[in-house]
């Protein structure tokens, strides 16, 4: 399973329930590595896609604590037992598990960080204002940076993409 996110210099990634920044060239990469995968949320990010609903081309997956909330074309699971249940059914299907995203936000991906393999950052210049922050990688002994692109500048927003990568095994699912 990987992660994916945008964070800032500071980890920050959201503010009063949105992105800190809508940069178009991420929204674009975002979709194109997770279209034909599995993405896994909590009711809050569903609460910022589109019309508040699954995002096509994937199969989507929400973790909440709500076991009756019902959405159309997406599957809940209010813990991360039945979670990783339906994870099992995915791979079964023939989802790898490099195609089983985590896309946030921060509760979702601090509980699943010990379960992921590799995480794709989107990583802005600057540091924004955030009550949201995904947990600080400089400062995890278990991922290390492995690929970093050039810095690219859309209006006036400087990212570059990171890869980590897990170095010390992760928890078994």
Request: charged share 30%; with cysteine.
């Amino acid at each position: 399973m990987r992660a994916i996110v945008a964070v800032d210099r500071a980890y920050g990634i959201g503010k009063d329930g949105g992105l800190l920044r809508h940069v178009s060239a991420d929204l674009k990469r975002f979709k194109q590595i997770t279209t034909g995968g599995v993405v896994i949320y909590g009711r809050k990010t569903l609460n910022t896609f589109p019309g508040k609903r699954a995002l096509p081309g994937r199969e989507n997956i929400m973790l909440t604590k709500n076991a009756e909330l019902f959405v159309p074309n997406v599957q809940t699971a209010d813990s991360l037992e039945r979670l990783f249940e339906l994870l099992d059914k995915m791979n079964r299907k023939g989802f790898e598990r490099d195609r089983m995203f985590v896309i946030g936000g921060g509760s979702v991906y601090e509980q699943l960080l010990p379960f992921v393999s590799e995480v794709l950052i989107t990583r802005f210049a600057d540091i924004y204002e955030a009550d949201r922050h995904f947990p600080n990688l400089d400062e995890n002994e278990q991922f290390r940076l492995i690929e970093k692109s050039d810095w690219q500048t859309e209006g006036d927003v400087s990212f570059c993409y990171e890869t980590w990568r897990r170095v010390v095994p992760d928890v078994s699912v």
